[in-house]
C-alpha cells in the first residue's frame, strides 16, 4: 500500500512539474460543471430571475413603496393605479410592497429550512452508508417511519404540537424534507466507502470522523448542492400551503400563503388580490425547479461529453 501511495505521489508531483513547464492547465470538475450550466440558456434565465428574488428581498426596504404593515382607510381594496400597481388589501395596505416583503419569507425558509434538512439529512445518511449492519437498519426505519406520512399533514402535525412561529416552521419544513437526502447521501456513501483513496485513509490510520468528513461527504457535494437547489422550491410551496392554512406565518407579518387566503373573500371583487401572490409562488418555484434541473445536468459527469 505505501508503494502504491509513493507512486500516486510521484504522479500527481510530475503532472505538477509539467503544468509548471510546459503551461499545461487544469481541468476542474467544477470548472468543467460551470461551462455546461453557462450553456444552458434557460437555466441561466431562471438564475437571473432568482437572483433578482433574492436582492428584492435583501433590499426590501428600498424597493418597496410603503411599509407593508401600513394601513390607509381611504384606500381600502383600491384597484390598481400608479399609487399601488397591485392595489391594496382589506386594511389598505399595498400589495406590491407585502409580496415584495414576502419575498424575504419565502426565501429565507427555503434557505433555511433546507440547511436544517441536509444537516440531518447528511450525518444521518452519511453514518447509515459507512457503518451499515444495524445502524443502518435502525436509520432506514426511522426514514420509512418518516416517509410514512402524506407530507403537508406531516408538517401539520409538526406545527400543531410545537406551535406556531417561524422557529417552528423551520424545524418542520426541516424535519418535513430531511428523509430524500438522507437517502441519497447513504446510496453515495456506500459506493465511495469502498474506494481506494478511503482504504488508504484507514491504513493510514486515519479517524472515522476524519474519513466521513474529509473523504466521503465532500464527494458528495455535488449531490448535495442539486439536493438543496431542488428542495428550497418544495419548503416554499409548505410555507405557502401551511400559512394558507393559518398555521405559518402568522398576520401581520406577509407572507405569500396568509395573503392568498386572506384574499379569498375578495377574489370575485378584486382577483388581482390573490392572482399576484399566486404568481409570485408561482415564478420563484418554477425558476427554482428549472435552474435545479440545469445544474443537475451540468453536474452530472455522464454528461460530460
Known sequence: MSKKMIRF????????????????EYSSFYGDSLKRLKKNRMAMFCAGILVLLVLAAIFAPVIAPYDP?????????AAPSMAHPFGTDEYG?????????????????????????????????AVAGYYGGRIDSIISRIMEIFQAFPDLIFAMAIMTFLGKGVLNLFIALGLLTWVRTARMIRGSVMQLKEKEYIEASRACGASTFWIITKGLIPNCLSTIIVLVTLGIPNAIMYEASLSF???????????????????????????????MPGVAIMVTVIAFNIFGDGLRDALDPKLKN
Open 69 to 77: 404593515t401600513y394601513q390607509d382607510y381611504s384606500a381600502v381594496l
Open 245 to 275: 392554512l393559518g398555521i405559518g406565518i402568522q398576520p401581520p407579518t406577509p407572507s405569500w400563503g396568509n395573503m392568498i387566503s386572506a384574499a379569498q373573500t375578495f377574489i370575485s371583487y378584486r382577483p388581482v388580490y390573490s392572482i
Open 9 to 24: 505521489f510521484n504522479k500527481q508531483k510530475q503532472f505538477e512539474q509539467d503544468v509548471l513547464e510546459h503551461g499545461m
Open 93 to 125: 395596505r399595498d400589495i406590491l410592497s407585502r409580496i415584495i416583503y414576502g419575498s424575504r419569507v419565502s426565501i429565507s425558509i427555503g434557505i433555511v429550512a433546507q440547511v436544517v434538512a441536509s444537516f440531518v439529512g447528511v450525518t444521518l445518511g
